[in-house]
């Protein structure tokens, strides 16, 4: 009960943060208990966000509630405990609607994350609506995640996989994208800001287009969800996926918005419980949207974490954080140019949050062991992104990405450690 | 900069890195690996001229870090002229020392310039599959194997005790 009582103390709290301006980061660093750690005898310099963001005290205390108030299966049991799971999970789907703004919260799926997500869509509407010679378009920039299910889509299905290609700062190539849609498109899949280079990509512009063939467009929404203002009905997008652990919420949360009309017509994914209406051995009818695409038991701890990580940003000054964000990208651009051997791979003019270079003659693993022995965590390494290492003609890069938890110390931090890298290896 | 890490990339190390040797590919080879480490990207190529027992000659191509690249480099160095039962004595002892489970003091007398120079691999828990990748892609060419990965290589990561 204790816990509890604290806990409520805690949602009041940040109830009443973020009114004043500015962003004070001290404070809300103190919402991330991980931070507070020491590495190798130094502090825990965080700067591996975009492959996992750190997730908030309430956010632990409200799955931690579930386990050990609420545990039972959903849309099960009549008895209490399955109730208030049920109730729970549901009120998490209403927060994602929210969040997003969807029409509905049945036009989102919970799924484990991006990787599903669009691996569902592939099963659903790809198997389904695409055939022999039919085209998909994605982006040169893509992560492997929105690229893989589509090459498989393509060889089952003998169409063609066609890709938007990208200039040398990493921003897509518009007219190209122009060029490569026709009567043969039926989707384009293409990623909200790229991981790889911190890009972020023209939706509006992108589903315009799209839509003027009547071609329906998927985001990879797992970078773009963290660090931008979502609205999905502005966007127009048709499917927009993300990934909850990016976005300050457990693994294995996740959602697939998707257009009502569309996921209707869609094939289910996974087949079994929870999915259906009826069942015998002649035929099984299914259920209606979400819960057709929903099959077994979900993540609920998981997924109630991620509505609990909603309601914290909602607490938050969310265009403070994001000012504090672009500022430390700012800062950190500006610092690590200056550092001689150094070239940053990703110089769109509209980025977000993500800090990728290469140091002449210096491998990325070779950087990211030195910088983990000065307490910074980054990325070294291809970032789940191939063709664009193969873009910019290196074997990998190192990716600093931020949230709006880190510092400007901490920017000094990993700066300063980028220059012992060169002192010892250069 | 820490000790550590200077011990770590160390200027032997460094030398093998930039200038790899036996950084070639070898045209009448009769053995030949693919070795890749998914974790990080590492990849080569590993070519042999096994004749009879004898590791008449051996060579490699690739990308990677400088704990692969000189490791590979060395391993190259070591191994040329010797049998398959001393590359895999040799195989053995290496890969003994950068789990971290050879005796310190005797390793220079076991290993030599391997000892020296990857002595302390073992302290850097996420750099033993570098270490390693090129000695288990020459092992899987000796053994007529044409493909191998390393990224689970390594002994387990101590983990911190539970604190409050």
């Known amino acids: 009960m204790i816990a509890t009582e604290k806990m409520i103390a805690t949602e009041k709290t940040i109830e009443h943060r973020g009114a004043g301006s500015g962003w004070d980061v001290a404070r809300v660093r103190e919402d991330f208990p991980v931070l507070g750690q020491t590495v190798n005898g130094k502090p825990l310099v965080y700067l591996d966000n975009a492959a996992s963001a750190q997730v908030p005290r309430i956010v632990i205390e409200r799955g931690s509630k579930y386990l050990r108030e609420e545990h039972s299966n959903i849309h099960r049991g009549v008895h209490y405990l399955s109730q208030r799971a049920t109730s729970a999970y549901e009120g998490a789907r209403e927060k994602v609607k929210r969040f997003i703004n969807a029409r509905e919260a049945r036009e989102c799926i919970f799924v484990r994350g991006v990787t599903e997500g669009v691996n569902l869509v592939m099963h659903g509407y790809g198997r389904k609506f695409v055939g022999e010679g039919d085209e998909i378009v994605v982006s040169e920039m893509e992560h492997h995640s929105n690229l893989v299910p589509w090459q498989m889509l393509c060889e089952e299905k003998g169409a063609r996989l066609r890709v938007i290609p990208m200039n040398d700062a990493g921003e897509l190539l518009l007219d190209e994208f122009d060029a490569v849609l026709n009567e043969r498109t039926k989707l384009v899949c293409v990623g909200h800001i790229s991981n790889a280079l911190g890009t972020i990509n023209p939706i509006k512009e992108i589903t315009a287009r799209a839509h003027k063939m009547g071609v329906p467009v998927l985001v990879d929404g797992a970078q773009g969800a963290p660090h931008l203002a979502l609205d999905v009905q502005d966007l127009d997008c048709d499917f927009y996926v993300i990934s909850g652990h990016k976005m300050f919420a457990p693994t294995g949360s996740g959602v697939l918005y998707g257009k009502a009309e569309l996921l209707e017509k869609m094939n289910p994914f996974l087949g079994g419980g929870s999915m259906i209406r009826t069942v015998t051995f002649e035929r099984s009818t299914y259920a209606a949207i979400p819960d057709k695409f929903e099959a077994g038991t979900p993540a609920i701890a998981s997924q109630i974490g991620l509505g609990a990580a909603i309601d914290y940003l909602n607490s938050l000054d969310r265009a403070a954080a994001l000012a504090h964000e672009h500022e430390l990208l700012a800062y950190a651009t500006e610092k690590i140019s200056a550092v001689e051997g150094v070239r940053i791979i990703g110089t769109a003019r509209e980025k977000a949050s993500v800090l990728a270079f290469v140091i002449d003659e210096i491998h990325p693993h070779d950087i990211g062991t030195i910088l983990d022995h000065e307490g910074v965590a980054v990325r070294a390494g291809h970032h789940c992104a191939q063709p664009v290492m193969q873009h910019f003609n290196v074997p990998a890069t190192t990716r600093a990405s931020f949230a709006f938890y880190n510092t400007k110390e901490e920017v000094d931090i990993f700066i300063r450690a980028v220059e012992s890298v060169i002192e010892v290896l250069g | ?164």
Not at chain 2, 38 to 62: N, P
Not at chain 2, 79 to 91: D, M, N, P, W
Not at chain 2, 125 to 130: I, L, N
């Open chain 2, 1 to 164: 900069m820490s000790e550590e890490l200077r011990e770590l990339f160390n200027e032997v190390v460094k030398d093998h890195e930039k200038k790899p040797r036996n950084f070639h590919r070898i045209e009448t080879a009769n053995r030949k690996s693919l070795g890749h480490n998914r974790t990080c990207g590492d990849m080569l190529v590993v070519y042999m001229q096994l004749e009879g027992e004898v590791v008449k000659d051996i060579s490699f191509l690739g990308e990677g870090c400088s704990i692969s690249k000189s490791s590979a480099s060395m391993m190259t160095e070591a191994l040329k002229g010797k049998t398959r039962q001393e590359a895999e004595a040799i195989f053995d002892k290496f890969h003994q020392m950068v789990i971290g489970k050879l005796d310190a003091e005797t390793l220079p007398d076991q290993l030599g310039k391997l000892g020296k120079a990857f002595g302390n691999v073992h302290k850097f828990h996420a750099r033993v599959p570098c270490a390693s990748l090129p000695w288990h892609t020459m092992r899987a060419a000796l053994e007529g194997e044409e493909m191998t990965s390393t990224e689970h290589v390594g002994p387990a990561l101590p983990q911190p005790a539970a604190s409050e």
